[in-house]
């Protein structure tokens, strides 16, 4: 079975990854998966958010939530 990008092992083909998902989904297997690094990377994110937004004008804030909701209502 080949490995992944991190070392994990994961079936080569579509069907056998299917089987798998299936089996994690119904308890049979348990996912190997490391999660910590997701988590991580998404503090970062957070961190760096609150940051820009403390940098920020309230006006300048609120015309980047203005163009925001202009942008995904004009859909």
């Known amino acids: 079975m080949p490995k992944g990008p ?13 089987v ?8 049979e297997i348990e996912d190997e ?3 910590r690094l997701s988590s991580a990377a998404a ?3 957070r961190k760096g958010g609150k ?3 403390e940098g920020m ?3 300048r804030r609120s015309e980047i939530a ?5 942008k995904r209502w004009s859909k």
């Open 33 to 35: 998966r490391d999660e």
């Open 43 to 45: 503090e970062m994110g």
């Open 6 to 18: 991190n070392g994990e092992k994961r079936p080569a083909d579509a069907i056998g990854l299917a």
């Open 51 to 53: 940051a820009r937004a």
């Open 57 to 59: 004008t309230p006006e």
């Open 20 to 27: 798998m998902i299936g089996r994690i989904a119904t308890g």
């Open 66 to 70: 203005k163009a925001a909701a202009a």
